[in-house]
């Protein structure tokens, strides 16, 4: 079946530092790609997503690109935020299918 | 407009006892999901609703969860009677249209069973 993993948290790091969250997932055909994100006191949002190979995924300064041959859905920001605090989750639907499959998500603390 | 909103966002209950959880979705959304996040485990799928119909229940962990979606608008999830391990965040989400589409979240609802 489909799964996700996604890199164990907390991730600490200083305002404007660099930031990867690792993805890989098992999946079988093409699924599409997501990373959602959730705000403290908030619901999931949907922040990038990308559809097939090679494609790369952008919102708010966030990348992420789809690697087939490694499949990897690897989430980067060049300079964090603390605004950025949040819980990650990587996920992946099946083609044809409307139901995501999440990895256990990864939180981010950025101080000052 | 309005999104996904979940009631209640938090509830504590005693081992044996029910809780019903409520998720209103986008008007308008045909496809209505319960998702389910266990403590430091992943986010689960539950079920899927297509309109009133259950379209997907195979994430339904045993039949003491109950999910109603009258009349194609808001969904109820009742946990009866509610074990230890049911403790988590529930999450719906909804969708309009075909599988392709975003799927919008609600805020959870915190259960915590003791």
């Known amino acids: 079946g489909n799964s996700v993993t996604q890199m164990e948290g907390p991730v600490t790091l200083s305002e404007e530092a660099f930031l990867t969250i690792n993805c890989t997932y098992t999946?079988?055909?093409?699924?599409?790609l997501f990373w959602y994100v959730q705000y403290p006191g908030e619901g999931l949002q949907l922040l990038l997503k990308?559809?097939?190979?090679?494609d790369k995924g952008s919102n708010k300064g966030f990348e992420a690109t789809y690697r087939k041959e490694t499949t990897s859905f690897h989430l980067e920001k060049g300079s964090v935020q603390v605004s950025d605090s949040a819980v990650y989750f990587c996920a992946l639907r099946g083609r044809g299918y409307s139901t995501l499959t999440f990895g256990k998500g990864t939180m981010l603390l950025v101080s000052p | 407009e309005a999104g996904v909103t979940q009631f209640p966002s938090h509830s504590v209950i005693e081992k044996g006892q029910t809780v019903t959880l409520r998720c209103d979705p986008i008007s308008g959304h045909d496809n209505l999901y319960w998702y389910r996040r266990v403590m430091g485990k992943e986010i689960k799928f539950l079920l899927h609703f297509v309109k009133e119909s259950k379209q997907d229940e195979s994430g339904m962990p045993n039949n003491r969860f109950l999910a109603e979606r009258t009349g194609g608008t808001y969904s109820t999830l009742k946990v009866q009677p509610a074990e230890l391990e049911d403790s988590g965040v529930y999450f719906c989400?909804?969708?309009?249209?075909?599988?392709?589409?975003?799927?919008?979240f609600g805020q959870g609802t915190r259960l915590t069973v003791v």
């Open positions: 989400a909804s969708s309009q249209g075909t599988a392709n589409t975003e799927a919008f």
């Open positions: 990308a559809t097939k190979a090679d």
């Open positions: 999946a079988t055909g093409y699924p599409s």
